[in-house]
C-alpha cells in the first residue's frame, strides 16, 4: 500500500490526559467527549494518529504487548463518563465507589501524580464501576435495546467473543493461573453447561463496551479526516485465549507446553541475543487451514484501524526459533515461515493490504523482496541516523518514499532524553553538521520533527514527548526492563504555546 504524503503523532490511549475525575487514573475515550482534542490535532496539522495495541494487558507487565486475546480491547480504556451519558450508571453510583477508592487507599486528589497511570487504582475502579454497570441492565428502561445490540454485538465477533470470555471466565475461577496450570485445562474437555452463564455475559458486555466506545471514538476521527494507526505484535502470549483455544496452531507438545520459544539472535546490543519466550506458530497447520487464525486476525486490525503496523515484520518471513528449556537465545535457529501463501490468501479478502512493516533491526534480502512486493512501507527511526551518515538507511537523504518515519518510538529514549543521556559527542558533533547549526537540548527535537517532515518519506509519525520535547523521566518503554514502563501521561498538550502550535502547523502545510 502507498501512503500519500502525510504525518501524524503516536499517542497511546493510554497517555490521554485526565479529562474529569473519573478517567484521572488511566487515559480512556473521555478525551473526545470533553476536550477539543481533534480541533488540536487538526490545528497542529495532522491527519494521523498512531495508537499503541489495545488488548488487554496483565497485570504485572502492563504492556500492551504482552495480552491474553489477540482479538479483545482493553476494557480499562472504557469511559465512565460516557458510560454515564448512556444511562448506564448514575453519577451518584460512581462518585460513590470513586470515593471509597480514595478513602481506602488515602488517596489525595491535590497530590496525585497527573503524568502517570495508576493501575492498581485504575483497575479497582473500574472494574467496580463496569460490574454496576452491567447489574443495572436488569432493571434498566433501555434493557431490550441494550440486548438486542449485544446479539448484533455476539454475531459480528463470534469469530472470537465466546471463547474470549469463557477463557476469562475460567481464569478467574482458576485465580488468574496460567491455563495449563488449570484443573481441567484443554478447552475440549470444558463442559459449557457447568459454567456460570452470567459471568460469561459480563465478560462479552465489557467488550460490547470497549468496541462501541472505540468506535464511537474512530468515527469521530475519521470524519474530521483523521486516521487511526494500530499496532499488533506478531506473537501471542503464551498466557491466552489464542493459545489456549488453538492449541493446535503453535508448537506445544501434547501437555500444552512450548517445545519452541520466540527471540532473536545475538547481535551489535545483545552478545546472548533476546529471548522473549512467545509460543511459535506452527506454520504448516496453518497452512493446511488456510490461515484461518491469521486471516481473522488481520481482517479483525483492518476494521478497527486505518493502517496497521505489524511488530517484528521480518518473523512473518522466517523467524529465530529457540528451544524452550534454553536460557538465552544463542542456540536457536531461523525458520522459514509462509509469507507468500499467507499474504496470497489475505489478498483474496481484502484486495489492498493497510500495512506497515516494523522492519527494524538487521533486516534480510528475502524480507525485503517480500515486503517490496506487497508495496508495504518500510520503517525508519531518527535517533538511529547519528553513525555512518553515508550509507544509514536512517539519514533522511536515504528515505524511500513508502517509508514510516519517526523521531523516536515507544521503545526509544524521548529525543530530548536520548541527546541528554545517550547521544556520543561524536554524534552531536555528526548532528551539528547535518544540520550546519549548533544543536542543543532545547531545540533538538523540533529540528528533527522539521527534519523528517521536509525528508522524503511519505508519512512522518512524532512521538506526542517529542512534540512537546519532553526529557528521559516521560519515555514510554525501555526493553528488557520491567520497571516503570507503560505509565505515561500527557498533561502538558492543550497548554502548548499558540506560536509554537502555529509553528508546527506551518510545517506541515509547507512539507506535507
Same mark, same amino acid.
Given at each position: ?79 465512565? #463518563?460516557?458510560?454515564?451519558?448512556? %444511562? @448506564? $450508571? ?9 470515593? /471509597?477508592?480514595? =478513602? !481506602? #487507599?488515602?488517596?489525595?486528589?491535590? %497530590? @496525585? $501524580? ?9 483497575? /479497582?475502579?473500574? =472494574? !467496580? ?5 452491567? %447489574?443495572? $441492565? ?22 472470537? $467473543? ?222 538511529f541516523a547519528w553513525d555512518n551518515i553515508e550509507t544509514n538507511p536512517h539519514i533522511p537523504h536515504n528515505y524511500p518514499s513508502n517509508s514510516v518515519v519517526y523521531t523516536a518510538t515507544h521503545d526509544n529514549n524521548t529525543t530530548k532524553g536520548w541527546y541528554l543521556t545517550e547521544a556520543t559527542d561524536y554524534q552531536k558533533q555528526l548532528i551539528n553538521k547535518y ?78
Amino acid at each position: 500500500m502507498l501512503i500519500k504524503r502525510s504525518s501524524g503523532i503516536l499517542f497511546p490511549i493510554f497517555s490521554f490526559p485526565s479529562c474529569d475525575n473519573f478517567d484521572i487514573f488511566i487515559g480512556d475515550f473521555t478525551i473526545i467527549y470533553k476536550t477539543n482534542f481533534i480541533e488540536l490535532i487538526k490545528k497542529l496539522g495532522f491527519s494521523k494518529i498512531q495508537i499503541l495495541p489495545i488488548n488487554p494487558i496483565d497485570r504485572l507487565s502492563f504492556s500492551p504487548y504482552s495480552s491474553y486475546s489477540a482479538f479483545a480491547g482493553n476494557p480499562y480504556f472504557i469511559s465512565i #463518563y460516557k458510560l454515564i451519558q448512556d %444511562n @448506564l $450508571i448514575t453519577y451518584e453510583q460512581v462518585n460513590n465507589i470513586f470515593n /471509597e477508592i480514595l =478513602d !481506602k #487507599y488515602s488517596v489525595d486528589l491535590n %497530590n @496525585l $501524580i497527573l503524568d502517570k497511570v495508576n493501575y492498581k487504582l485504575a483497575f /479497582e475502579f473500574k =472494574d !467496580k464501576v463496569l460490574r454496576l454497570a452491567f %447489574n443495572n $441492565i436488569k432493571n434498566s428502561t433501555a434493557k431490550i435495546k441494550i440486548e438486542a445490540e449485544l446479539e448484533i454485538f455476539k454475531n459480528n465477533n463470534k469469530y472470537w $467473543i465466546y471463547d474470549y470470555s469463557i477463557y476469562r471466565y475460567l481464569k478467574k475461577v482458576n485465580n488468574e493461573k496460567q491455563w495449563n496450570q488449570w484443573d481441567i485445562k484443554f478447552k475440549e474437555n470444558i463442559n459449557i453447561n457447568e459454567l456460570d452463564n452470567e459471568e460469561i455475559e459480563f465478560y462479552i458486555f465489557e467488550q460490547y463496551l470497549f468496541y462501541k466506545q472505540y468506535f464511537e471514538f474512530k468515527e469521530v476521527l475519521n470524519e474530521e479526516g483523521i486516521e487511526v494507526i494500530g499496532d499488533i505484535p506478531i506473537y501471542v502470549s503464551y498466557d491466552s485465549v489464542d493459545v489456549w483455544a488453538n492449541r493446535e496452531l503453535f508448537k506445544l507438545d501434547n501437555e500444552g507446553n512450548m517445545v519452541v520459544v520466540a527471540g532473536v539472535p545475538p547481535d551489535y546490543f545483545s552478545q546472548t541475543g533476546q529471548l522473549w519466550g512467545n509460543p511459535i506458530y506452527n506454520w504448516d497447520i496453518l497452512s493446511k487451514t488456510g490461515f484461518k487464525w491469521w486471516i481473522k486476525r488481520l481482517l479483525h486490525s483492518f476494521k478497527i484501524y486505518d493502517l496497521v503496523r505489524i511488530d517484528h515484520f521480518r518473523g512473518l518471513v522466517a523467524f529465530w526459533e529457540v528451544p524452550a528449556n534454553e536460557n538465552t537465545a544463542i542456540n536457536g535457529k531461523w525458520v522459514n515461515a509462509k509469507p507468500y501463501e499467507l499474504f496470497n490468501t489475505l489478498l483474496n479478502y481484502k484486495s489492498v493490504l493497510p500495512i506497515i512493516a516494523e522492519d527494524l533491526g538487521v533486516i534480510t534480502e528475502d524480507v525485503e523482496l517480500f515486503r517490496e512486493k506487497y508495496q508495504i512501507p518500510t520503517m525508519r527511526v531518527l535517533q538511529f541516523a547519528w553513525d555512518n551518515i553515508e550509507t544509514n538507511p536512517h539519514i533522511p537523504h536515504n528515505y524511500p518514499s513508502n517509508s514510516v518515519v519517526y523521531t523516536a518510538t515507544h521503545d526509544n529514549n524521548t529525543t530530548k532524553g536520548w541527546y541528554l543521556t545517550e547521544a556520543t559527542d561524536y554524534q552531536k558533533q555528526l548532528i551539528n553538521k547535518y544540520f550546519s547549526k549548533e544543536i542543543n537540548e532545547n531545540n533538538v527535537s523540533i529540528e528533527f520533527i522539521r527534519l523528517l517532515l521536509a525528508s522524503n518519506s511519505n508519512l512522518v509519525i512524532i512521538p506526542v514527548f517529542d512534540l512537546l520535547n519532553l526529557d528521559q523521566n516521560y519515555r514510554i518503554n525501555t526493553p528488557g526492563t520491567t520497571y516503570n514502563n507503560w505509565l505515561y501521561r500527557d498533561n502538558l498538550l492543550f497548554n502548548m504555546d499558540n506560536g509554537y502550535k502555529n509553528y508546527i502547523c506551518e510545517l506541515n502545510r509547507i512539507y506535507r
